[in-house]
């Protein structure tokens, strides 16, 4: 499963952003957590290895090649964020519950240059573009899928020469567009046929917040 774009932009990493049930209520507590949960957020780092791939397994709809995993834990042109809950027991105080992983690009070669205020003339102009993320069933609802956003955002914010983040979203994912929406990211176009999974296609949408004084004045609102 991979669009034509993405092949080469991606180095054959299977990736899609496909957001599962997670939405912004982080006053809440989940009644499958037996205790009040201490959520942080740090890197993800190469012992998180196993967890990982096992997240992405279970949260995602497609496999990814191993070659993904090992980039984003060894941080080889992928930067990630980590949520892991302080509180729990048993030794697992320090074992993903979510991530966040994302890649920087050069601003000239992205789909979204049009709609970008950037000097074309200087190839340090960059893009985040946000690969995968994703919360274990027993943790969403608890705000830790906007959290990471926003470590993304300040992240990308923090380059001079970046201009927005963006990521996809497949057509039918309701609490992933009503996230992106409430977090003032702007869609900007709908991709039919973007994402192949078993066999069909799905549209998608294309979402971008503008960092940094990113946004054209032709851009859509």
Not at 16 to 27: A, R
Not at 53 to 70: A, C, G, L, M, N
Not at 141 to 155: D, S
């Amino acid at each position: 499963m991979l669009h034509k774009w993405k092949q080469e932009f991606l180095y054959n990493f299977k990736s899609i952003t496909y957001f599962l049930g997670i939405n912004d209520t982080s006053l809440m507590v989940n009644p499958r957590i037996q205790h009040r949960p201490t959520i942080c957020y740090r890197p993800i780092k190469p012992s998180d290895l196993e967890t990982l791939e096992r997240i992405h397994s279970d949260v995602f709809p497609i496999r990814y090649e191993s070659e993904f995993f090992q980039s984003v834990v060894n941080g080889c042109d992928v930067v990630s964020w980590a949520a892991v809950d302080r509180s729990r027991p048993d030794g697992q105080s320090d074992e993903l519950i979510g991530f966040v992983t994302a890649r920087i690009i050069l601003a000239k070669d992205s789909e979204i240059a049009d709609l970008l205020r950037y000097d074309s003339s200087r190839v340090d102009q960059t893009l985040v573009y946000i690969l995968t993320l994703g919360v274990v069933d027993a943790y969403r609802n608890l705000g830790i899928a906007t959290a990471l956003i926003r470590e993304v955002i300040k992240y990308a914010s923090s380059i001079p020469v970046c201009r927005a983040v963006y990521l996809h979203v497949i057509s039918y994912n309701n609490p992933a567009i009503h996230l992106y929406t409430k977090m003032s990211f702007n869609c900007i176009r709908r991709l039919h046929g973007f994402y192949l999974i078993n066999g069909q296609h799905y549209d998608s949408y294309l979402f971008v917040y503008y960092v940094n004084g990113g946004r054209s004045p032709c851009s859509p609102l």
